[in-house]
Nanobody, 118 residues
């Protein structure tokens, strides 16, 4: 059974916004860390943001801090990623992840494409 399913990707102009969603199946535990990673063409996969479910604390990469916000989706035991002030360098496939330790790389979704272009 697929645990993590991303949605909400698409094409947006520079300066625009998108909201990604990660829907989970199965129970949620307070120890879980839900995160977002991304991979741009020709580059390594990189960390974007994470949320500790029980503590409700968040962590962001320097490249997205102040522009992206990760939040709980309590209805689906998942997370959203609100992305504002998007730049061309944000273009990538975005993956939702889940783990019980840092970094949260234990389980991965299939990814959703985000393209920032005029």
């Amino acid at each position: 059974q697929v645990e993590l399913v991303e949605s909400g990707g698409g094409l947006v102009q520079p300066g625009g916004s998108l909201r990604l969603s990660c829907t989970r199946s199965g129970r949620i535990y307070s120890s879980y860390i839900l995160g977002w990673f991304r991979q741009a063409p020709g580059k390594e996969r990189e960390f974007v943001a994470a949320l500790r479910w029980g503590a409700e604390t968040t962590t962001y990469s320097d490249s997205v801090k102040g522009r992206f916000t990760i939040s709980k989706d309590r209805a689906n035991n998942g997370v959203h990623l609100q992305m504002n002030s998007l730049k061309s360098e944000d273009t990538a496939v975005y993956y939702c992840t889940r783990g019980s330790t840092w970094p949260p790389r234990q389980n991965w979704g299939q990814g959703t494409q985000v393209t920032v272009s005029s």
